[in-house]
T-cell receptor, first 113, second 110 residues
Framework: DGGITQSPKYLFRKEGQNVTLSCEQN?????MYWYRQDPGQGLRLIYY???????QKGDIAEGYSVSREKKESFPLTVTSAQKNPTAFYLC????????????FGPGTRLTVL | GENVEQHPSTLSVQEGDSAVIKCTYS??????FPWYKQELGKGSQLIID?????GEKKDQRIAVTLNKTAKHFSLHITETQPEDSAVYFC?????????FGAGTTVTVRA
């Protein structure tokens, strides 16, 4: 079964703690993306990676960090520097042969208490 | 960068009626326009897309139209059903970064 998985589905953390969201894909896609979704707003790009060991900041990268050590994995760390971390986080991937189409994971809802 | 605006933000339709969502974009270089459907508690799924060399595309009850001159594109859902109730997002891109609209919450009334 090919696809993108994100875990966990729901995540609760205390204010001031770093938290890492998992994103794994077995689609053999080169590019991966992290988006944040807030009520009444479209998806906003946090970070993206077009190839292993390389990543770039998106539109709202402050307070977040990523790594891309393996093609299949693109974890996102929400640091304590992120002022308003409570949101729905979506991971996506894109293959070379799929033109611009991005495939999304089911998302992780992070709540910071 | 690209700026995508989407209207309306909410849409309520009677089952069987049509629903239309409109988006405008700012970057004339954008050449790919996908539409995503997000159901409660789920991630976004691509439902239809259109490239700039095509003016219209249909897939059963769903169609998308593109007007490159005016820089707007629209999603049309005909014969709406309760399972069409969801949040719909439009997006535009000319490369590897998608710019999304703010979303439209569609409610189909039985």
């Amino acid at each position: 079964d090919g696809g993108i998985t994100q875990s966990p589905k729901y995540l609760f953390r205390k204010e001031g703690q770093n938290v890492t969201l998992s994103c794994e894909q077995n689609l053999n896609h080169d590019a991966m993306y992290w988006y944040r979704q807030d009520p009444g707003q479209g998806l906003r790009l946090i970070y993206y990676s077009q190839i292993v060991n390389d990543f770039q900041k998106g539109d709202i990268a402050e307070g977040y960090s990523v790594s891309r050590e393996k093609k299949e994995s693109f974890p996102l760390t929400v640091t304590s520097a992120q002022k308003n971390p409570t949101a729905f986080y979506l991971c996506a991937s894109r293959g070379q042969s799929t033109y611009n189409e991005q495939f999304f994971g089911p998302g992780t809802r992070l709540t910071v208490l | 960068g690209e700026n995508v605006e989407q209207h309306p933000s909410t849409l309520s339709v009677q089952e069987g009626d049509s629903a239309v969502i409109k988006c405008t974009y700012s970057d004339s270089a954008s050449n790919y326009f996908p539409w995503y459907k997000q159901e409660l508690g789920k991630g976004s799924q691509l439902i239809i897309d259109i490239r700039s060399n095509v003016g219209e595309k249909k897939d059963q009850r769903i169609a998308v139209t593109l007007n490159k001159t005016a820089k707007h594109f629209s999603l049309h859902i005909t014969e709406t059903q309760p399972e069409d109730s969801a949040v719909y997002f439009c997006a535009a891109t000319s490369d590897y970064k998608l710019s999304f609209g703010a979303g439209t919450t569609v409610t189909v009334r039985a």
